[in-house]
């Protein structure tokens, strides 16, 4: 299993944060559009994160339920029939959340910056 430490952060301002973010990463920014599916899971989380019709990855992760930096582990499945195998596990398993974001994501050797808005949840910036 492969692991991380994400750190997340609510923002008010993705454009006040981009130049600072510009002047370490060395790849980037990237917009990006993301609709999550979360589906029950006993043992973690389980979620089905579409980027496009024909493509998308399953994530099986472990996080604790904290505030402050979050350690992560995780697996990561492609897949090229998303929307064929979100049917399918919300009927295997059931449908919990729906969570459909836009942001920009930049790298540095191998980390990821990424800032995300959602209706109603405002913008959050993460760093893993």
């Known amino acids: ?8 952060a609510r923002i008010t301002s993705v454009e006040a944060l981009l130049p600072r973010v510009k002047a370490v ?9 993301q609709d999550d599916t ?12 579409m980027f496009s019709k024909g493509e998308g990855e ?8 904290q505030q402050g930096p979050k350690e ?19 009927l295997a398993y059931g449908r919990t959340a729906t ?4 942001g920009r994501s930049s790298w540095q050797e191998g980390r990821a910056y990424t800032s995300t808005g959602c209706p109603g949840w405002g913008t959050s910036w993460s760093s893993r």
């Not at 299993?1 to 997340?8: D, L, P, Q, T």
């Open 1 to 8: 299993m492969s692991r991380n430490v994400e750190i997340k």
């Open 25 to 33: 990463a060395d790849q980037g920014p990237f917009d990006i559009r």
């Open 38 to 49: 979360y589906f029950a899971c006993n043992t973690g989380r389980l979620k089905l994160r």
């Open 58 to 65: 399953l994530i099986y992760y472990r996080r604790a339920d």
């Open 72 to 90: 992560s582990f995780y697996l990561r499945s492609p897949t090229t029939a998303p929307e064929v195998l979100r049917e399918s596990l919300t």
């Open 99 to 102: 969570w459909r974001s836009t």
